[in-house]
């Protein structure tokens, strides 16, 4: 087996998803959410929304399913947070991400505070300002999800985690910080198949369409994240579809996966 279709297969890509298998894979990843939920004997599911089409997606799977598990006599329910570090430039596609999902419970808490004091108290007076800016993005993402368990924990709850295939395969997340979570019902989906579910769940185009950006970097606002891949979606995408590619891009990708690798792994321990 080549190493395009063994990476594939370790990250669980769905090649058979394309248009027409809507439904049918909406209900499927609702049902693993349901299952999710009532095994855990929790009754509440946390997900911190951005304004991107992966919170989009998955907050919307989630409404849906406590819906269905209402309607089956489970008691469940969901909360949408936001988590702004002070203002958020896209709040508006925040909100309108919000108004589409219709959420049981929307909570804010903004994580300047708890940021700016820790980043405040960190002794790095010789790190250049590119690697303050770097580190203290991944606080960022690591605050939202303390945040997020602070929730969970308070409402008996699970963290739901927006990771799929693309952005799995990049390691294009924070460790511990929105690579952490409970559940992960986008998991194995290109970029390309969220857009296609988050279309037939009816989301508005232009968030559906919306240039992902991780946001986190101060330096570099709104940095785009194909930008920091160095390849775009589509590309990621068709090396995940057994698709040809450039060397170039297979190089990218290859190498990204190889050197992320510690990020989908459990912690090292000594056999």
Known sequence: ?????????????????????????????????????????????????????????????????????????????????????????DERDAQASLDFIAPDVIETLNIAACVDGLMGNLAAANASAEHIDFIKGNVKARARMMAQYAVANLHNGLVVGTDHGAEALMGFFTKFGDGACDLAPLSGLTKTQVRLLAAALGGPEHLVAKPPTADLEELAPGKLDELAYGCSYDEIDAYLMGEAVSERVRGIVESAYLKTAHKRALPFTPT
């Open 1 to 89: 087996m080549g190493t395009q279709a063994r990476i594939a297969r370790e990250l669980n890509i769905n090649r058979m998803l394309v248009n027409g298998g809507e439904a049918q894979e909406l209900q499927r990843r609702i049902d693993f959410i349901k299952h999710t939920l009532r095994q855990s004997g929790c009754q509440a599911l946390v997900l911190g929304i951005s304004g991107g089409v992966d919170s989009l997606t998955a907050g919307r799977l989630c409404q849906r399913a406590v819906e269905q598990l209402r309607n089956e006599d489970y008691d469940a329910c969901f909360i949408a947070m936001r988590l702004p570090y002070k203002t958020q430039a």
